[in-house]
C-alpha cells in the first residue's frame, strides 16, 4: 500500500458528542486573584469551553486544513512493532532541486505546526533556497496510529520518519524540529546521519551541563566563566520552568495512563491541559480563540485519542532515563543549525551546544517554544541562510541545492 491521500473528516456523532459532553461540564472553584499563578485561569477555560460549545465552528477549520495542507497517509514497517499507517503532510515545491526537508512537531504540538511555514518554505525565487517539505503526525498524535506495544521509543520515532522520506523517494534529507522534534531528529542524525540526514536544524538546543569526564575542558571553562546577559536571563527561565511548569512532565513520564482518562473523557480538562503550555510557553503570542480550540481539537479528535500522544515520555525516559532533554552534542556530526527564542523552556549556555558540527547560530529578540508558530518568518529566514549559496550548509543533500541548476 503507497501513499493514500487523506482529508480530515471527523464523524458527526463525534462532534455530537463533544458537544454533549461540553454541555455537561460542571468547573471546579477557583481562588481570588488566583490569575496564573495556580494554572490556567476559570475564567479563560470557562470562555474556552463556551465558544467551543457554540459559536467554534470545527467544519469550518477542518476545510481550511483540507484546503490549505496536502495530506496523506500510508503504512510504514517498524522493526519489532506492527506497520503503522501514518498520516502526513507533503508540499513540493516547483521546483525539481529543491531540498527534501523533514518537519517534526512536538507536543502539544502536531502537524499543525508546518502551516505557517509551509507556504514559505516551498517558495521559488532565485534569491533563497526551496524546499520540498514532509510533516509527519508523529505515531499517536494527529490522525496518525498509535503503536499498540510497550516500548515505542526515539528510536521507533525516529525509523518511522526515516522511512517515511524513503517512502516517498528522499533517499537524502534535512530535518528541523522542535521539542520532541529535537530529539528525533538527533536521533535520525545519529542513526541515519551522513548516509541520509545531512544536516539538521532546531529550535530548540539541547544539551546537559558539562561533565569533567566528558569534557574536562568545558566542565572547567563553565566554572571559571561567567554568563552574557542573555545567558543569565535564559537561566532565569530554565528555573522557573523546573520549578514551576515542568509538573507535566513527570507525570506524563510516569503514570500517562492515569491522566490519560481525564485527557481522554474530559474536554475541558483536555483543553485547561494544552492551553496553559500554549500560554506560558510564548512569548506574549496572541492567541485568538478559535485558533486555540482547533489545537485542541486535533487532540480531541485525533485518531487513537489524546492519552496515545504523551506516552512518549514514560518510554522515552524508561529507555534513556531523566536526562532525555539533554544529550551530548558531539554526538550529532553532520551540519547543525540551532535558533535561539528568548522564551524557550530550556536555555543553556552557548559553549554548552557547541560541537564541530554546529554551522550556523541565530538569537533572536522575541520568540518561545512554539517558533515556527509563533515566528515563522524568523525560522524560515534562518533555513533559508543555512542552506542558501554560500551558507554553511549549502548543497549537502546531493542535487538538491535548492536553487534552481543553470
Known sequence: MGETPFR????????????????????????????????????????????????????????KLNEELPQFTQNIDVAKFSALNIHYVHKKSLLAEAIPLLFVH???????????????????????????????????????????????????????????????????????????GHMITAKIAEIYGHKHCKARHSNCPLASPPQFLHNPILYISNLLLGYTPREREGLKRTAWFRQKGSGYFEEQSTQPQTLGYSLS???????????????TWTDNYPWE?????????????????????????????????RDIAGGRPNAIT???GYSYFPKELIQVPRRWTKAQSVVFESEHDSGGHFACHEKPNEIVDNLRKMFEKGGPAFGVVQSKSGHATL
Open 8 to 63: 480530515i473528516n471527523v464523524p458527526d456523532e463525534r462532534i455530537a458528542l463533544l458537544k454533549q459532553k461540553l454541555a455537561l461540564i460542571d468547573f471546579p472553584d477557583e481562588l481570588e486573584e488566583a490569575g496564573w499563578e495556580y494554572g490556567a485561569p476559570l475564567a479563560d477555560v470557562r470562555r474556552l469551553v463556551r465558544r467551543w460549545a457554540d459559536g467554534y465552528d470545527w467544519r469550518k477549520e477542518e476545510a
Open 106 to 180: 512536538g507536543w502539544p504540538g502536531s502537524f499543525l505546526e508546518v502551516r505557517k511555514v509551509l507556504p514559505l518554505l516551498v517558495q521559488t525565487s532565485p534569491g533563497h533556497p526551496s524546499s520540498h517539505v514532509v510533516a509527519p503526525s508523529l505515531p499517536g498524535f494527529g490522525f496518525s496510529e498509535a503503536p499498540k506495544k510497550k516500548g515505542f521509543e526515539l528510536v521507533q520515532y525516529a525509523e518511522v520518519c526515516h522511512k517515511l522520506m524513503l517512502s516517498l523517494g528522499y533517499n537524502e534529507d534535512v530535518t528541523q524540529g522542535g521539542d520532541w
Open 265 to 279: 473523557d474530559s474536554p475541558s480538562g483536555l483543553l485547561a491541559w494544552i492551553y496553559e503550555k500554549l500560554v
Open 289 to 321: 480563540d478559535d485558533e486555540v480550540l482547533t489545537w485542541i481539537s486535533i487532540y480531541w479528535f485525533s485518531r487513537a485519542g489524546p492519552a496515545a500522544s504523551v506516552r512518549i515520555y514514560y518510554e522515552a525516559r524508561k529507555a534513556r532515563g
Open 334 to 336: 553532520i551540519p547543525t
